[in-house]
């Protein structure tokens, strides 16, 4: 499949140095795809920590299996990471999970570490049998160039239906020490947000334990990967996962909420931010990018449970689509949440002005501003329950003929 | 706006004789549109009883809030219905309520009846204030019209998006004596079954008093109107309402689950499914229509969580559209579906063939039958889980291009 760059895709790939303590290399197995690499191998020095999010769908698939089970059994260690894209080996059986230890097996042998120590992902069509003699016969050669490869090579090899591939990082200092945070992802469809969403990954010079990664990252993915929508679809195969090698040299932190750790906190939370805003930019057939601001509701649950049901629907997201700035929409969405509201005290803005206020659109309004917003591609939609506290921000994108385009015949 | 009939409307509309005790009026008030008819008057002999079920949003729209308080002051009586198409009268706050207030009174007075007898309902843009005079200015001609309207001139009338009208028909007896119910039904967008769907209003000549006529109501509602979802947003303005005239001479009953109303309940459900189908049948864009048969989960909540999460998935809708066997997607989508399923024991089938057991494919599977169904007009999902006894039977159409042209720019 052959697309056009989204509209949305920022200007360029960043500029991702190596981290130290983490080497990359790519290939083309054929899983799938043909021409194209389609497998990442990424080896960690001893001693790497990791920790993983992972789709809660009740059909989860059997390399989210695996990584649940090795991070457990292996206490957080980690010192390989193989993903392969084209086959999400899903719904495979007893069959797929042969195929993840083959695989796991594979890698273990020519990193030399234990089963447990390897994480594995795939990303693709669902409950087709995975090629996994393909991706091992790859392995060898993969170990053989490690180092070979950039974080760009390695977003772009685990790409599907992504238009372009995604990358972010950051520094900040542990105790003095500085550190660096590289995160690549992949996703732009079955993008929703009750889990890590599609693949992303995180790798750090930091020296940290897993307990401690595993409490940052599901602080970090609240607010990021887990507050995006494109099209309400939850994947299978969702994995978000943090390494870090220690290289940095840091002293050690044993609490999350230490605070020699809060630029780093700050620094993770950014990146994961940056690199769930880069999905949504990606998201398929996207034209706008959407922010909506839920403020004053009863609770944060609340707050989100609205802003979803705001940039799930459907008809707002068409309206957007055609830039046509039919707030009754979101009137209609928010409620169908089901959370409390209380019409005559509900604010709704966009692009900063205020329509509606105490139950009906404000005197005097003009929609001139609001329709001139919308023909931007930045939507930014503000609603204040005016009853509470709670707040939380979601982001979305349109939905426009051309999800229907790539979505319609996705197999063919 | 002018559409083309939906591929997937009925032959024509049914026949429907009067029902004795009811007479209807339409007339063109230029509510939003011009050169049609926008407005329906019903009016109901003396000791007409009545029922209905409502949206559950929690912005819900004035003349909603007015039908709830008059049921319930009124204790279930009915003497007319006012019902307008091209504006919902939504989120207009108490300009909007004073609107209804207007129209209420304007029928009471013709009809000499209590204003809690009068029910109303309007349908359109939301957030746009009421032009009450308009209509208040047609009631008194069309009092004078009364019994010059047929059902398919009422269902018309009502009509927003819809491509074509709705309506169903059925006979039966209570305790001997015969029994006719007609509904005519509005909706194609803005359909999500968490409650009666949009407009719809059932007639019968038979004599029940209103907690009868509720109890029936609530529980033919529950398999067919609130088993259906075209876009799943849900409305501001969803109305059912059944009105029983009495003048079928049929003895009292006041039990609802008396023996002599099997038949009447039977006619009823079957009616009251009947509208539900057609619309989703008028889909915003709809050119299948989708049958999700959901059996062997831990309860009826459960199956119809799992039946609801591949309606509303877009991608299994897309899929569908572009007839795309790809049913990884509906494994994703009971995946989403939070409710408790085991890989190995669900099955899956489309068109009547089983594509998946003991959590892969069959062996042998063949895409040929399945592929050949996809690309009918009228798609069968089955999907077993396997594990209790709860079934759900939810109705859906496929998620197309027309979806988009209809919605992306629906008010200019």
């Given at each position: 499949?052959s697309?056009k760059?989204?509209p949305?895709a920022p200007?360029g790939f960043p500029?991702?140095?190596p981290?130290?303590?983490a080497?990359?290399a790519?290939?083309?197995?054929?899983?799938?795809y043909?021409?194209?690499?389609d497998v990442l191998?990424a080896a960690?020095?001893?001693?790497?920590?990791?920790?993983?999010v992972?789709?809660?769908s009740k059909?989860?698939?059997?390399?989210v299996?695996?990584?649940?089970?090795?991070l457990?059994?292996?206490a957080?260690?980690a010192?390989?990471?193989?993903?392969?894209a084209?086959?999400?080996?899903a719904f495979?059986?007893?069959a797929?999970?042969?195929a993840?230890t083959?695989?796991?097996e594979?890698?273990?042998?020519?990193l030399?570490?234990a089963?447990?120590a390897?994480?594995?992902?795939?990303t693709?069509?669902i409950?087709?049998p995975?090629?996994?003699?393909?991706?091992?016969?790859a392995?060898?050669?993969?170990?053989g160039?490690?180092?070979?490869a950039?974080?760009?090579a390695?977003?772009?090899a685990i790409?599907?239906?992504?238009t372009?591939?995604?990358?972010?990082?950051r520094?900040?200092?542990i105790?003095?020490?500085?550190?660096?945070?590289?995160?690549?992802?992949?996703?732009?469809g079955?993008?929703?947000?009750?889990?890590a969403?599609?693949?992303?990954?995180?790798v750090t010079?930091a020296a940290?334990?897993a307990?401690v990664?595993?409490?940052?990252?599901k602080?970090g993915?609240?607010t990021s990967?887990?507050a995006?929508?494109v099209d309400?679809d939850?994947?299978?195969?969702?994995s978000?996962?943090?390494?870090?090698?220690?290289?940095?040299g840091?002293?050690?932190v044993e609490?999350?909420r230490?605070?020699?750790?809060?630029?780093?906190?700050?620094?993770?939370d950014d990146?994961?931010?940056d690199?769930a805003h880069?999905?949504v930019r990606?998201g398929?057939?996207?034209t706008k990018?959407?922010e909506?601001?839920?403020?004053?509701?009863?609770?944060q649950g609340a707050?989100?449970?609205i802003?979803?049901a705001i940039a799930?629907?459907p008809l707002?997201k068409?309206?957007i689509?055609?830039?046509d700035a039919n707030w009754?929409r979101?009137v209609?969405?928010?409620?169908?949440?089901?959370?409390?509201v209380e019409?005559d005290?509900?604010?709704?803005?966009?692009?900063?002005h205020?329509?509606t206020d105490?139950?009906?659109?404000?005197a005097g309004?003009?929609?001139a501003p609001?329709?001139a917003?919308?023909?931007?591609?930045?939507?930014r939609?503000?609603?204040?329950?005016?009853?509470?506290?709670?707040a939380?921000?979601?982001?979305t994108c349109?939905?426009t003929h051309g999800?229907?385009?790539?979505?319609?015949d996705?197999?063919?």
């Open positions: 499949m697309l760059p989204s949305l200007a500029d991702l140095p981290v130290a303590g080497r990359l790519v290939a083309a197995a054929g899983v799938r043909q021409g194209r690499d191998l960690f020095d001893p001693g790497t920590t990791a920790a993983g992972f789709t809660r059909t989860a698939a059997a390399p299996l695996w990584c649940r089970r090795a457990a059994e292996g957080g260690a010192r390989g990471l193989l993903v392969n084209g086959n999400a080996n495979t059986g007893a797929g999970e042969a993840v083959t695989c796991v594979a890698v273990a042998k020519v030399d570490c089963p447990q390897v994480h594995v992902a795939s693709g069509t409950g087709e995975l090629p996994a003699p393909r991706i091992v016969a392995v060898e050669g993969l170990a160039r490690l180092g070979s950039d974080y760009r390695a977003a772009t790409g599907t239906t992504d372009f591939p995604k990358g972010a990082t520094t900040c200092a105790d003095g020490v500085p550190v660096r945070i590289n995160g690549i992802a992949k996703g732009s079955m993008i929703a947000p009750d889990m969403t599609m693949l992303a990954y995180v010079d940290l334990p307990p990664l595993e409490a940052l990252l602080r993915v609240a990967f887990n995006i929508t309400s939850t994947s299978t195969s969702d978000l996962m943090l390494f870090a090698t220690g290289a940095a840091n002293a050690p609490d999350p230490d605070r020699r750790l809060k630029g780093f906190r700050a620094a993770l990146l994961l931010k690199l880069q999905v990606d398929e057939g996207a990018f959407v909506i601001r839920v403020r004053g509701a009863t609770s707050a989100k449970a802003g979803l799930n629907s707002v068409t309206a689509a055609g830039a009754g979101i209609m969405a928010v409620g169908k949440s089901g959370q409390r019409r005290r509900l604010k709704i803005a966009i692009g900063g205020l329509i105490n139950g009906a659109p404000v309004y003009d929609e609001v329709a917003h919308m023909q931007g591609q930045e939507i939609i503000e609603v204040d329950c005016g009853l509470g506290r709670g939380f921000t979601v982001w349109d939905l999800y229907i385009d790539i979505n319609a996705y197999r063919t």
